[in-house]
């Protein structure tokens, strides 16, 4: 069974920036997209970026030019650099993957951030 660990959330001031990773185990087969979602107190989750196999990126407007997002085919693992953060960017952050090969959906447990102003 394919699960997925984040790690590298924390607290950190407004205009800092923080990594956030992601590990899969349980596959050797590579995982199709992988990406990071959040979600804030009292609101929706929300796409935060998204990577295909291949090296497409795709994100939330309101983290582009400030967040990137790559990841280690080998290892199976997906990185968030987040920089110039805000307050707003306050969530808890979910990693996902879609398993080979009917691209079954999978969650980690979520990682807090916090920015303070």
Known sequence: QVQLVESGGGLVQAGGSLRLSCAASGSDARLNAMGWYRQAPGKQREL??????????????????????????AKNTVTLQMNSLKPEDTAVYYCDALVPPRDLEIWGQGTLVTVSS
């Open 48 to 73: 935060v970026a998204r990577i295909t196999s291949g090296g497409s990126t795709r994100y939330g407007d309101s983290v582009k030019g400030r967040f990137a997002i790559s990841r280690d085919n």
